[in-house]
């Protein structure tokens, strides 16, 4: 079987999800290619070499510009802090190095198109990791709208709601500084609520939002006897039009006090509704306006059946899959597109469009909290 041999720069969070999402691939999918996993890239050699040993990357690197100029490396997988993407996304393109690269996409639109037009130009398979796109249940979702048994879309209601800073002695760090993260969660959960938005309902004709910082000063991670300053908003919450009338609220905050991951979406239509909840992910909740009166009510869909999207190939029906599934799908979406040559979305063009209405809400948020048009 060909290989696709993968180099991986960033090793922690989302170094270990997407190393898992490698591994499973094959395990359970038939796959045109055999992912490889080659080298981990990163600055600390101990903690690199303990990572890679642990998840069976072949060898490490502390310069991920030496990789790009191997032969023996394919694909570049981006878990990087946010400001580092462009760049090395843009020199993985030049390379011709295929790319799987973590969300928010990068710091601007400006950055965005560039890298966009790198990708383009390099004829190179881009994908953007919104990897709730392929929790089956989201997936029924999209097709239930593709259907049409959702019918015209009034509001969506997005909201990822987290609760690690209400910890006051979590230190500062890249997710806190405006030049390494963009924002708070406004761009970090607010980028993964304005792609379900986009794959559900469509682009978006404006955005309002506000912000708010709940603490300012918090201990700096390289020495927390020294306070630091938190640069980016605590909470924000957006508001917005879609292109084709729906109206939309999307709530994004880091001091949701108790909810861990929260992130939910609710869709009401003249047709029908649905809500999904990612901390109990495997479910989708559908009201139909053709069910009998005597008989309405929201269904409580559990997406565990052969027939729902990449469920067939884990268990039998009823036995749910978690969290780290979502990254698989996609590591199984990216190598078929790399055979196929026909792309995966969410791509680099889809990025772009994110990052148009990011950068609106945070211009917003910064600004009076009016409307921005999104162009
Ligand atoms: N898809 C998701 O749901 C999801 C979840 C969490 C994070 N993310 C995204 O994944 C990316 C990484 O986030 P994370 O939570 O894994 O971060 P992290 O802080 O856990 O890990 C970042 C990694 O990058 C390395 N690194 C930092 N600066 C570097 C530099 N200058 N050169 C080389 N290596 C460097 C660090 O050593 C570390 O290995 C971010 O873009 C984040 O927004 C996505």
Request: aromatic share 10%; charged share 25%.
């Amino acid at each position: 079987m060909e290989e696709i041999r993968i180099a991986i720069l960033g090793h922690r969070f989302m170094g270990r999800a997407h190393s898992n999402a490698w591994l499973q691939a094959p395990r359970f999918f038939d796959l045109p290619y055999k992912p490889v996993l080659q080298v981990a890239c990163g600055r600390d050699t101990d903690s690199l070499q303990a990572f890679a040993d642990r998840w069976g990357w072949a060898e490490i690197e502390t310069d991920w510009r030496k990789l790009l100029e191997r032969d023996d490396i394919d694909a570049i997988d981006i878990a990087l802090p946010t400001h580092l993407h462009a760049e090395t996304a843009i020199a993985a393109a030049e390379a011709g190095k295929h790319i799987f690269c973590e969300k928010p996409f990068c710091n601007s639109t400006a950055e965005a198109e560039a890298i966009l037009a790198a990708a383009e130009k390099a004829g190179v398979v881009h994908y953007l990791n919104h990897n709730y796109r392929r929790c089956p249940a989201v997936t029924l979702a999209k097709k239930l709208i593709d259907e049409g048994e959702i019918g015209e879309i009034y509001h969506w209601r997005g909201a990822y709601q987290q609760s690690w800073l209400t910890n006051a002695e979590y230190p500062v760090d890249w997710k806190l500084k405006k030049a390494t993260a963009g924002a708070g969660p406004l761009w970090d959960l607010g980028s993964h609520a304005v792609d379900l938005a986009h794959y559900l309902v469509g682009d978006f004709k404006e955005i309002s939002c506000r912000g708010k910082q709940f603490i300012s000063e918090r201990p700096l991670a390289s020495d927390p006897s020294q306070m630091g300053e938190v640069e980016v908003e605590c909470a924000a919450l957006m508001t917005g039009e879609f292109q084709n009338g729906a109206l939309a609220t999307i709530e994004t905050t880091r001091y949701a006090t108790g909810q861990k991951n929260r992130h939910t979406f609710e869709i009401y239509g003249s047709k029908g509704s649905m809500t999904w909840d990612m901390q109990d992910m495997n479910r989708l909740q559908f009201y139909s306006t053709s069910d009998a009166e005597h008989a309405s009510g929201f269904r409580d869909i559990l997406v565990t059946e052969r027939c729902h999207e990449y469920v067939n190939a884990w268990w039998p029906p009823g036995h749910i899959i978690g969290y780290e599934h979502g990254f698989v799908h996609a590591a199984v979406d990216f190598l078929q597109a790399i055979k196929d040559g026909k792309g995966i979305t969410p791509d680099f063009h889809d990025g772009v469009r994110i990052m148009k209405v990011l950068d609106a809400a945070l211009e917003s948020m910064d600004g009076s909290g009016g409307p921005i048009a999104i162009s």
